[in-house]
Nanobody, 128 residues
Framework: VQLQASGGGLVQPGGSLRLSCAAS????????IGWFRQAPGKEREGVSC????????YYLDSVKGRFTISTDNAKNTVYLQMNSLKAEDTAVYFC??????????????????????WGQGTQVTVSS
C-alpha cells in the first residue's frame, strides 16, 4: 500500500499548482482521500477530503473557493487544484487514505488520526 504525492513547487502569490496523489496496492473505490499540510512549527491540518465515491468533498474554510479536490478512479489518483495561492499556504502537503464514510467522514475528515495510510510530503512554497 503506497501513496505518492507530487506536484509541489515554488509559485508566486496568486499563482496555481496542482498536486497529485497516486495510490498503489489498493483501490480508491473504498477509501476517502484527504490532503493535509504542515507548516514549520505548526500542527498538521486538514485541507480537503474527497469521499470514496467522489460524491462528497470537504474543505478547510481558508481554502474554500480557491482549492478543488477531484478524483480519477481509473488512474487511482486524487488531485488538489490550488488557485490564488497565498503565502500562508506555504507548507509540506501530504495525502492520506481513510476508511471513513458518510457521517464519520463528514464529522472527522480533518483529523489526521482517522487516516490509515500516508504518502510522503510535497513542498509548496508561495513567495515572490
Amino acid at each position: 500500500v503506497q501513496l505518492q504525492a507530487s506536484g509541489g513547487g515554488l509559485v508566486q502569490p496568486g499563482g496555481s499548482l496542482r498536486l497529485s496523489c497516486a495510490a498503489s496496492g489498493f483501490t480508491l473505490d473504498y477509501y476517502a482521500i484527504g490532503w493535509f499540510r504542515q507548516a514549520p512549527g505548526k500542527e498538521r491540518e486538514g485541507v480537503s477530503c474527497i469521499s470514496s465515491s467522489g460524491g462528497s468533498t470537504y474543505y478547510l474554510d481558508s481554502v474554500k473557493g480557491r482549492f478543488t479536490i477531484s478524483t480519477d478512479n481509473a488512474k487511482n489518483t486524487v488531485y488538489l487544484q490550488m488557485n490564488s495561492l497565498k503565502a500562508e499556504d506555504t507548507a509540506v502537503y501530504f495525502c492520506a487514505a481513510s476508511l471513513l464514510t458518510t457521517t464519520g467522514l463528514r464529522d472527522y475528515w480533518f483529523s489526521p488520526l482517522e487516516y490509515d495510510y500516508w504518502g510522503q510530503g510535497t513542498q509548496v512554497t508561495v513567495s515572490s
